[in-house]
């Protein structure tokens, strides 16, 4: 899951929402800091309820996690969407298609969720907006058991990018994309592979109520 999917149901909580946004800006700021559930979970009840929504963010973010990649859904646009970007690109044996299809499910299935409600990612970005960045790090901080330097920083940058709107756009989808290359040292990509973002993007779509219900 991306953001808006982990995130979608909690605009009314904006420290829990941040909690579920923690691990995926970890990745970004450091990522030798990790936000693990188990540790987090020894936070869900603080008295400091910053730290407890957290906490409990942090938590969901995995379990959310662990069941989307379990799904039937999950798995067979992963496959299609890595044999759309193998085929769009130039012979390539390394790992990048097979990472690439995964990240553009999850990308565009904030596409597909933020398509059917763009109100709510307005109430996401100001509940993001609305937390104390500082007193998050520091609750960052206990949880991870090692400083998270820029973290605050990186939240206010997140804010001010909005950068889940650009995901709707192909040539502001493959920006972010290469963004994503250069932060996990992949070659950059070509703009021929915005020819394969309309067949993904429906292909997802078209499963998206699937990739949002957990496997019974």
Excluded at 93 to 102: A, I, K
Aim: hydrophobic share 45%.
């Amino acid at each position: 899951m991306n953001y808006f999917a982990h995130g979608r149901e909690l605009v009314d909580e904006p420290y829990v929402l941040a909690g579920a946004a923690v691990p995926d800006w970890l990745s970004v700021v450091d990522r030798k800091v990790r936000a693990r559930s188990k540790s987090a979970s020894l936070h869900v009840d603080d008295p400091d309820t910053r730290l407890a929504g957290l906490a409990r963010g942090v938590v969901r973010h995995h379990r959310d996690d662990a069941w989307f990649h379990q799904t039937q859904a999950f798995g067979e646009l992963n496959l299609r969407l890595t044999a759309l970007v193998r085929d769009a690109l130039a012979p390539d044996d390394s790992f990048r298609p097979s990472f690439l299809g995964h990240v553009l499910v999850e990308l565009l299935l904030d596409d597909t969720l933020i398509r059917r409600d763009p109100a709510r990612l307005d109430r996401y970005y100001a509940a993001i907006g609305s937390i104390d960045r500082a007193a998050v790090q520091l609750a960052v901080e206990r949880i991870a058991g090692r400083p998270a330097p820029n973290l605050a920083t990186f939240i206010a940058l997140f804010c001010r990018e909005r950068f889940l709107w650009d995901y709707a756009e192909d040539g502001k989808l493959l920006f972010r994309l290469n963004q994503v290359m250069r932060r996990v040292n992949l070659p950059q990509l070509r703009p021929e592979l915005c020819d394969i973002f309309t067949i993904a993007r429906n292909q997802v779509a078209a499963r998206a109520n699937e990739l949002m219900s957990p496997p019974a």
